[in-house]
């Protein structure tokens, strides 16, 4: 039988091997989430309401050992994991605070005597996650289905074994109903045949733009609903009168969050020349601050990355932007040390045609590219194949509005980092994705807005 280990970043270590489902064991998934289905889609919204708020508890109680389970897996420092988990109860209440408004009927006036949209659940939702926020990425997904009625079948990524089945746990815990949320132990080869199965609705991944070209492929060949939440290049946006304090301590804390390694990182830091050099240099203080260590120590400030392949292709992707001309002011270099940790490091003059510039670049590195003002600022921060978010700082509400609605991607925020909060819509335009998790569009993707009309 096929397995997969769940490897401690912070030590190179294996923790716990995992034998994958055999065909039988996914066939039983299947089998019982279908049979559950009606009864669960046709739960009163109070009796959904109940269970998310019992979810949101039992997050709470548990945090601590949930916290350490993440950290154990995919790295990321011990603090961060806590406030992953306070993040996942929060969708849990704004879901149970709001749900019933969302899925309330739409009436809409016509040549009908009542015609009103109805929102009902798609069925099965094979929700395909990746491991940077392995709680996170789940709920945020999970709980506006599981709201709106359907059910979830969670293919989780290979490196957090433990934490798929924690989750699948969890929710029984809450008092769930079985099999309203499972997980699938399967390798990325098996996903085909399940989004093709009759049992499942609709598919949402979180991931590279390889899978969701395989996986939206599949699923359009099956004529299956998606949403893709791909990855992003994130403009940060600093113009001339930016408040540098503000920006700089804002720069740090989005390029560096969880090791780099999050979708809506700000990945180009676009200066304007007359600031870009106290920008650099307040930038490279602060990464001089941070300190490699055990993720599970408080004190930490750079957690390792999350596997060895994706450390060696960033710093593939340092190297290749260096040997093009692109100035390194401080890292570059994977440290001496067991684990997958590499040296926070800052990029200038960054280029086009180099890989900072033209890829994704998921790690703990800051790119600056130098804008001579602020048109070309602007048409450099469109100028790439993604479009998830992205920000800018500026003293002029104005000004950053202007430039925020002329940015092509899913949000900006003025003065702000960029954030998901389930209050606000989340996804990406371009190579970035399509459709929207969270807020009331969110709980809308996985649903049938039928039209009932009435003489
Ligand atoms: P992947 O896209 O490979 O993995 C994400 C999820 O998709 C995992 O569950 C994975 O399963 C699954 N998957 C991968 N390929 C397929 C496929 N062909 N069919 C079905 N499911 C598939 O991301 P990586 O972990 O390899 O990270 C690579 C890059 O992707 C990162 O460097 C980053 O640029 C981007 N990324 C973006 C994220 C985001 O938040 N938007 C999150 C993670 C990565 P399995 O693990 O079993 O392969």
């Not at 109940?50 to 993440?70: C, D, F, G, M």
């Not at 897996?73 to 605070?97: F, N, P, R």
């Not at 132990?185 to 085909?192: C, D, K, T, Y």
Request: hydrophobic letters at 40%; a negative charge.
């Amino acid at each position: 039988m096929a397995i997969i280990h769940a490897t401690n970043p912070a030590t190179g270590e294996k923790i716990k091997c995992y034998d994958l489902f055999s065909h039988d064991a996914v066939e039983a998934v299947l089998d019982n989430s279908a049979r559950s289905r009606s009864e669960w889609a046709s739960l009163s919204l109070d009796g959904r309401t109940v269970l998310l708020r019992s979810l949101a508890n039992v997050l709470r109680t548990q945090k601590k050992n949930l916290a350490e389970l993440i950290t154990s897996e995919m790295g990321k420092l011990i603090g961060e994991a806590q406030s992953e988990i306070d993040k996942c109860a929060w969708v849990c209440d704004y879901y149970a605070d709001k749900g019933q408004q969302f899925l309330a009927d739409t009436p809409i006036e016509s040549d009908a005597s009542y015609s009103y949209i109805a929102y009902q659940p798609l069925g099965t939702i094979l929700a395909i996650m990746p491991w940077n926020f392995p709680f996170w990425q789940v709920f945020r997904c999970a709980v506006p289905a599981l709201m709106a009625g359907n059910n979830i079948l969670l293919k989780h990524a290979s490196n957090v074994p433990g934490c798929a089945l924690a989750l699948e746990q969890l929710f029984q815990t809450a008092g769930f109903p079985s099999h309203i949320f499972s997980s699938l132990l399967i390798s990325s080869n098996q996903v085909e045949a399940i989004i093709a199965d009759k049992r499942i609705h609709a598919v949402s991944l979180t991931g590279s733009e390889k899978a969701g070209r395989s996986v939206a492929a599949t699923a359009g060949q099956y004529l299956k609903k998606t949403v893709l939440e791909l990855g992003g290049s994130d403009a940060f946006v600093a113009l001339e009168d930016a408040d540098m304090d503000e920006t700089v301590m804002a720069a740090i804390q989005s390029r560096f969050l969880n090791s780099g390694q999050s979708c809506i990182a700000a990945k180009r830091f676009i200066v304007l020349n007359s600031v870009a050099d106290e920008f650099i240099e307040r930038l490279h203080m602060a990464i001089e601050k941070r300190q490699v260590g055990d993720p599970l120590n408080p004190e930490t400030t750079l957690a390792p990355m999350a596997r060895e392949d994706l450390r060696d292709i960033l710093h593939q992707q340092v190297s290749g932007s260096i040997d093009q001309g692109a100035v390194k002011v401080t890292g570059g270099k994977i440290p001496c040390r067991p684990g997958w940790f590499y040296a926070a490091t800052l990029l200038d003059h960054v280029k086009p045609g180099m890989p900072a510039y033209d890829e994704e670049v998921f790690g703990p590195v800051a790119v600056v590219i130098r804008a001579t003002d602020e048109q070309a600022a602007l048409r450099i921060a469109n100028d790439t194949r993604f479009g998830l978010g992205g920000s800018v700082w500026t003293k002029d509400a104005q000004k950053g509005e202007n430039f925020a609605r002329a940015m092509d991607c899913g949000c900006v925020y003025v003065n702000g980092m960029v954030k998901s909060d389930p209050r606000l819509p989340f996804g990406g335009i371009k190579h970035s994705g399509y459709g929207r998790e969270l807020s009331l569009l969110g709980i809308r993707e996985f649903m049938n807005a039928k039209t009932i009309w009435i003489k």
